[in-house]
Structures are given as structure tokens and as C-alpha cells.
């Protein structure tokens, strides 16, 4: 059975255009690009993935999808705010929504249906959370009355939900 994800890790030298490096090996690109850092500085040298998806089923299209959001929303707010990229999150991140949305209207109307894979199910319920957590974030952040420690915990909560959602997704696609 092939893989689902093909990832392809790429280790740059500082001015150079080429790969010095390429692996589909996580753990060994990590060592790789930590040796290297340790050498020469993080600030010169950078590692890329590339990520090929091949006949993917519902639960990994998921993850695929949930994994561009991720990348979209760190790409938004760690490259300067552009309002390109925070288009691109939107959408995205509505794209998201819908599909929990239906799936979560499957579920209600067809309350015997039973998961196929739990953990793919479970990954879906944390990626619900998570979504919620935000929106109620978002709306108690521009209410007049709010608390400054409620909002931080607000916050802190989906950053958990981030962490567990990112812990989930890299060990499906392999990063």
C-alpha cells in the first residue's frame, strides 16, 4: 500500500540556490539541520518540506486540509501581517469550518454511525474544539467588558489545542 504523503526535506547553505541536502528521513533531516544550525547559525541556513499527496482518503484529506490552515495562519502572522496571506488563511480556514460543519450535521442525523478509525474521529473533535475556542477568543476579545485573564486563558487554550492538533498531523503525514 503506498503512502499516503510523500515528504521531501530540503537543507539550504546560505546563498546557495540548490538543496546541499535532501532526505525523506524526519528524524535524520531534523539531526541534519540541527548539526548544521549548531555550526554555521539558524539564521543562515533553512530547511524546507515539500509534501506530495497521493489517493487520499476523507480522513487524511482532513489532515491535509487542517495542516494548510496551520501553515497559513503561522505564514500570516510570522511574515508581517500581509493581507494577501491573511486572505488565503480565510479561506482556508472557511473551507475548515464547512467540513466540520457537515460533518458534524452527519453525525447528528445519523446518530448509529460509528467512526471507522477512533483516532481520525478524535482528531476531528480536537479540531472542532479548537475552531470554537477561537471564535468564542475572537468575540469575547472585542467585547467591552472583558477580562484580561479570562482572554489570556481563552488564548492559552487554543494554543494547547494547536500544539495536540500539530502533534497529530505530523505524525500522519511524517513530518
Known sequence: MPMPFKVKFQIFEPGKQAPDFTTSDARLAKVEYRDRCNKKGCAFTRMTTE????????????????????????????????????????????????WNTRTRFHLQTHPKCKPDDEKAFAFFQVVEEWRNAWHKYFTYKKSADKDPDVEREMKKQCYDFEKEIDKYVNLVIGL
Not at 487524511?60 to 486572505?87: N, S
Open 51 to 98: 509534501i506530495e499527496c497521493i489517493d487520499l482518503t476523507k480522513p487524511e484529506q482532513y489532515v491535509w486540509l487542517v495542516y494548510r490552515v496551520r501553515k497559513a495562519i503561522r505564514k500570516y502572522y510570522g511574515e508581517g501581517r500581509k493581507h494577501e496571506d491573511l486572505m488565503a488563511s480565510l479561506d482556508l480556514e472557511k473551507q475548515l469550518d464547512n
